[in-house]
């Protein structure tokens, strides 16, 4: 069975980890994988987590599976935070919600649901986009199309294109989009657009399926979801997948969601049921822990309050090191433009570097970025910024 294999090829960004770690400079720099690193290099653990789990770890009585789709206390909170509590989705209770294991394992439940419920429907990925989404869905065996997304020109929207691209798809493919904080662009539709790729999906009678890893990231907890709402005001059935890793900083716990937005409360709970038998064959009920600290923050007012000062810090953290990379660059004498990135939101930039410089970064620098020249602008830090500007002007020559 196994004698004759070769090494399976490593994945592309993750491999980059390891190659990173093996590096010996101690000047070495990592903007590959997406994990936020504070000032200081460090991937913090949030006050108001550690609060949370020093409630949690006194409180605690038990270890018993949870259901299949988890908690409702969970769900119920993850809808709020998407919609609102005073909207009409989660009054008419015609969403359901299933805690996943992270954002990840949400997009491969909703595959293999589709992929068992309507066999033969494709789905519609950016070009770019994360690369780890055709893996996800060929697995689930769906056909994989692309739209055209972002320009490497002049680094803006090909928001015509895009939606041309999309006129021709088949009635019942799928449309995957990026709430916010695009992984790998950092660029995201303006709400006007958010209004039109909405009434165009609904025209051909798609369905919209929300990747939602970076909620509060971008703009605001609540201005992050202006694409998710403005879907859902023309599609009455819309699928979300999303995610606390990022903004509660809960990697590891692998605390995710997946919720599908239905036409009523009756034809939901029929969807739920079809969700926990595409569960229990897959990994049969979910991790409590993530699911039971985001609860605990969610319902306490100073916890709550707590965390969003924290998520807040990580956005403006994000943003100012944009800045300061740019204008570094510029002091440094590079005479490329790249005051393009202050335009983008959340942890990932296309830097506009080619392959050959990514190359000449690592192998020259021990900067390390995935070579499409994708970075994760939150490996940034004023104290390594220098370091990297003469490492970028030296590959840019």
Same mark, same amino acid.
């Given at each position: 069975?196994?004698?004759?294999?070769?090494?399976?090829p490593?994945?592309?960004?993750?491999?980059?980890?390891?190659?990173?770690?093996?590096?010996?400079?101690?000047?070495?720099?990592?903007?590959?994988?997406?994990?936020?690193k504070?000032?200081?290099g460090?991937?913090?653990?949030?006050?108001?987590?550690?609060?949370?789990?020093?409630?949690?770890?006194?409180?605690?009585?038990?270890?018993?599976?949870?259901?299949?789709?988890?908690?409702?206390?969970?769900?119920?909170?993850?809808q709020?935070?998407?919609?609102?509590?005073?909207?009409?989705?989660?009054?008419?209770?015609?969403?359901?919600?299933? &805690?996943?294991?992270g954002?990840?394992?949400?997009?491969?439940?909703?595959?293999?649901?589709?992929?068992?419920?309507?066999?033969?429907?494709?789905? !519609?990925?950016?070009?770019?986009? !994360?690369?780890?989404?055709?893996?996800?869905?060929?697995?689930?065996?769906?056909a994989?199309?692309?739209?055209?997304?972002?320009?490497?020109?002049?680094?803006?929207?090909?928001?015509?294109?895009?939606?041309?691209?999309?006129?021709?798809?088949p009635?019942?493919?799928?449309?995957?989009?990026?709430?916010?904080? &695009?992984?790998?662009?950092?660029?995201?539709?303006?709400?006007?657009?958010?209004?039109?790729?909405?009434?165009a999906?609904?025209?051909?009678?798609?369905?919209?399926f929300?990747?939602?890893?970076?909620?509060?990231?971008?703009?605001?907890?609540?201005?992050?979801?202006?694409?998710?709402?403005?879907?859902?005001?023309?599609?009455?059935?819309?699928?979300?997948?999303?995610?606390?890793?990022?903004?509660?900083?809960?990697y590891r716990?692998?605390?995710?969601?997946l919720?599908?937005?239905?036409?009523?409360?009756e034809?939901?709970?029929?969807?739920?049921?079809h969700?926990?038998?595409?569960?229990?064959c897959?990994?049969?009920?979910?991790?409590? &822990?993530?699911?039971?600290?985001?609860?605990?923050?969610f319902?306490?007012?100073?916890?709550?309050?707590e !965390?969003?000062?924290?998520?807040?810090?990580?956005?403006v953290?994000?943003?100012?090191?944009?800045?300061?990379?740019?204008?570094?660059?510029?002091e440094?004498?590079?005479?490329?433009?790249?005051?393009?990135?202050?335009?983008?939101?959340?942890?990932?930039?296309?830097?506009?570097?080619?392959p050959?410089?990514?190359?000449?970064?690592?192998?020259? &620098?021990?900067?390390?970025?995935?070579?499409?020249?994708?970075?994760?602008?939150?490996?940034?830090t004023?104290?390594?910024?220098?370091?990297?500007?003469?490492?970028v002007?030296?590959?840019?020559?």
């Open positions: 069975m196994f004698d004759t294999l070769d090494m399976a490593p994945d592309a960004i993750l491999g980059l980890t390891e190659s990173f770690k093996k590096d010996l400079n101690p000047d070495k720099i990592d903007l590959t994988v997406g994990v936020y504070d000032a200081d460090n991937t913090p653990i949030f006050s108001a987590v550690k609060k949370a789990e020093e409630r949690l770890l006194s409180d605690e009585i038990t270890k018993s599976y949870l259901s299949i789709e988890g908690s409702q206390a969970y769900a119920e909170r993850v709020r935070l998407l919609f609102g509590a005073g909207h009409e989705i989660v009054s008419s209770r015609r969403a359901v919600t299933a &805690h996943t294991p954002g990840t394992g949400g997009l491969r439940v909703a595959a293999d649901l589709i992929q068992s419920l309507r066999p033969g429907a494709a789905v !519609w990925l950016s070009e770019p986009t !994360w690369p780890n989404h055709p893996g996800i869905f060929e697995a689930a065996g769906m994989i199309k692309t739209y055209p997304y972002y320009d490497d020109g002049d680094k803006s929207l090909k928001f015509d294109a895009m939606l041309a691209a999309l006129e021709t798809a009635e019942g493919d799928l449309v995957l989009l990026h709430a916010c904080c &695009h992984n790998p662009t950092g660029l995201d539709p303006a709400p006007d657009q958010w209004t039109q790729l909405a009434a999906i609904k025209k051909r009678g798609l369905l919209p929300v990747d939602f890893a970076y909620q509060g990231l971008g703009d605001g907890l609540d201005e992050d979801t202006a694409g998710l709402r403005a879907l859902c005001s023309e599609n009455p059935e819309v699928i979300v997948s999303s995610s606390f890793s990022k903004n509660f900083g809960l716990e692998r605390t995710g969601a919720t599908i937005v239905t036409k009523s409360q034809t939901g709970a029929a969807v739920l049921s969700m926990k038998r595409t569960i229990r897959m990994y049969s009920n979910p991790p409590a &822990h993530g699911a039971l600290v985001v609860t605990a923050i319902d306490d007012p100073d916890l709550r309050a !965390w969003e000062v924290e998520l807040r810090g990580m956005c953290r994000i943003h100012d090191m944009r800045e300061l990379f740019v204008r570094t660059l510029k440094k004498g590079v005479k490329e433009d790249f005051s393009f990135l202050t335009r983008q939101r959340g942890m990932f930039s296309y830097s506009g570097l080619s050959e410089q990514v190359d000449t970064l690592r192998e020259q &620098h021990s900067v390390y970025m995935v070579r499409s020249g994708r970075i994760n602008v939150a490996g940034m004023p104290t390594n910024m220098d370091t990297l500007c003469n490492a002007a030296a590959a840019i020559g």
